[in-house]
């Protein structure tokens, strides 16, 4: 087979595949509830949760707090911070085992 | 006792780096679900690992399928194949290995004190060197034409990335193996006379450079051999092509070297091997010191296996075997990425090998394909992370 062959074969494959990116792709962090995070089955989910912290379990040198949103939630943060009881936060969070991981925190506007 | 699961790690380590398509990575997903915990499946991973980092070397020369670590060293493997320097090839490749892991072991000290000290600081310093790498990278090319291609290129690679994120052993599969054996099935096999070979390397400067690499993809999320080679490229211009070898084994020694090191130093690693790993050792000055030794015996044990059987291999490798191996190889890959990712591995790796294809036809560097990993892990630390 010739090279200028197999390049539109393989270019028409590819541009197919920019249809199903446009069809299928799906943002990595949508927003999400506390529910519907902790009730997926799937490892890795990944979402962003707002809700009120309810209570600040330690600040330093990690921070660990529990979220409401209607649910409640414990949320690890691998980061110290400064975070209080009544803030209204927006976390960017993964599913693991433990419960939900967050990549970052931050106050909602 | 424990010699015995140094020698199963390097007995697996060494098929996996024979056969296009098995990774150690496979092997690690299956230990990382099993009940086995303790030091045994430290010394048995990390010494298929790096066992694995030198034997890949083999099939990467002699059968156009490289791996992910290795398939910059390809082209100038082939054209000292098709001089009959075969031998010579996966010898400069062994040398870089085994610096790797001679400057690993002396930069072991400053890079620990380093990786402590400024964990919140490379955070933030690796989304401009993962843009640079993607500069440098269209830079690279020579013609305005060439350089529009491989922005498309990349655009194209990076809707895969985010695509199939779960699926990523079928696109580096697709890009680097299955494309580049495809693309040789096609071409009339030469193999000339392989002449044996009494080099001794005198390459230790390329060697270092090779470490530096290692313990940039070690370090920055994204980055693989390749992209680590293109930005040492940037600041030493003129690497001959045998010195570019030693520095390609050395990148993927030190990597696994660095990553171990990583792992222990902040509880992070981005080595398949490491993730395995992390939730099965205690971490302890007495484990981080036997996998330290580890590394460094399997290391020097998978040096003499690829040399031995690259000896081998030279004698037996003519036209039809070659053939035969890669027809074998594929069939290897496309079982892989079936029991890895099912069906979406499939059209995972049809996508990706139609790319990979694509590059190699328009001859451009096919390191372009890493986009699929580098750019989404850009907007994960621009838009997530920081």
Redesign the interface.
């Known amino acids: ?1 010739k ?2 062959t ?2 539109i ?3 028409t ?2 541009l ?3 249809i ?2 446009g069809l ?2 799906e943002p ?2 949508k927003e999400k509830t506390i529910n519907e995070l902790i009730l997926s089955e799937k490892e890795g989910e990944s979402g962003i949760v707002k809700g009120r912290i309810d209570h600040v379990i330690k600040n330093n040198p990690i921070t660990q707090f529990i979220l409401n949103d209607g649910n409640t939630t414990l949320i690890y943060y691998p980061k110290s911070s400064n975070f209080q009881k009544n803030d209204f936060v927006t976390a ?1 969070v993964v599913r693991n085992q433990n419960g939900l991981y967050a ?2 925190v931050v106050y909602s506007e | 006792m424990n010699i015995i699961y140094i020698i199963g790690g390097v007995i697996i380590g060494t098929i996996t780096g024979l056969i296009p398509g098995l990774h150690t990575n496979n092997v690690c997903a299956i230990l990382a679900i099993s009940p086995f915990f303790g030091n045994e499946v430290m010394l048995f991973v990390l010494s298929m690992s790096i066992t694995q980092a030198f034997v890949e070397s083999i099939p990467s020369t002699f059968l156009s399928a490289p791996s992910q670590n290795t398939f910059e060293g390809v082209l100038p493997a082939h054209r000292m194949l098709l001089e009959g320097k075969g031998e010579e090839a996966v010898k400069l490749f062994v040398f870089g290995g085994l610096y790797g892991i001679i400057f690993g072991i002396a930069l072991t000290p400053i890079f620990f004190e380093f990786i402590i000290e400024n964990e919140g600081a490379i955070v933030l310093i690796t989304p401009p060197i993962i843009f640079l790498a993607l500069i440098i990278m269209i830079t690279s090319e020579k013609t305005i034409n060439k350089k529009i291609i491989t922005i498309l290129i990349m655009i194209i690679a990076t809707t895969q990335g985010l695509l199939f994120k779960e699926q990523i052993f079928a696109l580096i599969t697709g890009y680097f193996g299955m494309a580049g054996v495809l693309y040789s099935l096609k071409e009339k096999t030469i193999h000339p006379k392989q002449n044996p070979t009494n080099e001794t390397n005198k390459y230790p400067t390329a060697g270092f450079l090779g470490s530096i690499g290692g313990l940039i993809v070690a370090l920055l999320p994204g980055l693989g051999a390749s992209t680590a080679a293109g930005l040492i490229k940037t600041f030493k211009q003129k690497i001959h092509e045998k010195e570019y070898l030693t520095m390609i084994g050395s990148i993927s020694t030190s990597n696994f070297f660095f990553g171990y090191l990583t792992m222990f130093a902040i509880n992070k690693t981005r080595n398949g091997a490491m993730i395995a790993l992390r939730d099965k050792i205690f971490f302890t000055q007495q484990t981080f010191y036997i996998g330290i030794i580890t590394l460094i015996i399997a290391g020097i044990i998978g040096a003499i296996i690829t040399l031995i059987i690259t000896k081998k291999a030279v004698n037996l490798l003519n036209e039809k075997n070659t053939k035969n191996l890669e027809i074998i190889s594929i069939i290897v890959m496309i079982s892989a990425v079936v029991l890895q990712g099912g069906i979406t591995g499939v059209i995972a790796l049809i996508l990706s090998t139609a790319l990979g294809l694509t590059t190699i036809t328009l001859k451009i560097k096919r390191s372009i394909n890493m986009s699929a990993l580098i750019i989404p892990t850009l907007f994960f630390y621009c838009f997530v992370l920081i």
Do not use: A, N
Request: with cysteine.
């Open positions: 087979m090279d200028k197999i390049l074969i393989c270019t494959i590819s197919f595949g920019l199903l990116f299928f792709y990595e962090f960017y990549h970052k």
